[in-house]
């Protein structure tokens, strides 16, 4: 079944002790990307990557970091978690775009964490 | 950044068609009009997308008139399983195709 998984789905944890969230897909995609979703703000990208160890800042990169070295991972790092990252994380993949106009992202199951 | 507006939320009815029209009045020409659907907790789903006239699947019908600067989501006899928020975005071809979601509309689709 194609998806996109993360892990993982639930996590409470206290300020400042490191996490990581992971993301991996199976569609062989190119395109994958990270997104936090808060009441009131929507959803809002954090940081995409356009191909293995390609990456950029989305619009609210600060207090995150990725990495991708392998075409299915795409995680996800908090070095020093702050109680505003508390949120909802998403994360997406989708296929390149060579020779389309679009192609459509799927989404992840979420990550809710709580940051104490 | 083409800026989408789609109303807050509408209530419905099972067996109802539902239509969500959103405007998009600085849409660009290469940009596309897409789709997504959320439930509660769970990520955002593509439904449809488009770039002009009108395209239907088994789920939605998207109709987009000639000056591309509105598009009006359809969803045909709707169930109680419909009720979720409907976004609808621009996706900017400059941008590399990023999605830019704004506030959605909540669809609750009564009994």
């Known amino acids: 079944e194609a998806q996109v998984t993360q892990n993982p789905r639930y996590l409470i944890t206290v300020t400042g002790k490191k996490l990581t969230v992971t993301c991996s897909q199976n569609m062989n995609h190119e395109y994958m990307s990270w997104y936090r979703q808060d009441p009131g703000l929507g959803l809002r990208q954090i940081y995409y990557?356009?191909?293995?160890?390609?990456?950029d800042k989305g619009d609210v990169p600060e207090g995150y970091k990725v990495s991708r070295k392998e075409k299915r991972n795409f995680p996800l790092i908090l070095e020093s978690p702050s109680p505003n990252q508390t949120s909802l994380y998403f994360c997406?993949?989708?296929?390149?775009?060579?020779?389309?106009?679009?192609?459509?992202?799927?989404f992840g199951p979420g990550t809710r964490l709580t940051v104490l | 950044l083409a800026k989408t507006t789609q109303p807050i939320s509408m209530d419905s009815y099972e067996g109802q068609e539902v239509n969500i029209t959103c405007s998009h009045n600085n849409i660009a020409t290469n940009d596309y009009i897409t789709w997504y659907q959320q439930f509660p907790s769970q990520g955002p789903r593509f439904i449809i997308q488009?770039?002009?006239t009108k395209v239907t699947n088994e789920v939605a019908s998207l109709f987009i008139p000639a000056d591309r600067k509105s598009s009006t989501l359809s969803l045909p006899r709707v169930s109680l399983s419909d009720t979720a928020v409907y976004y609808c975005?621009?996706?900017?071809?400059?941008?590399?195709?990023?999605?830019?979601f704004g506030g959605g509309t909540r669809v609750l689709v009564k009994p």
């Open positions: 997406a993949s989708r296929d390149g775009l060579a020779g389309k106009d679009y192609n459509e992202q799927f």
């Open positions: 990557s356009m191909n293995v160890e390609v990456t």
């Open positions: 975005l621009v996706v900017e071809k400059a941008a590399g195709n990023k999605l830019t």
């Open positions: 488009g770039y002009k």
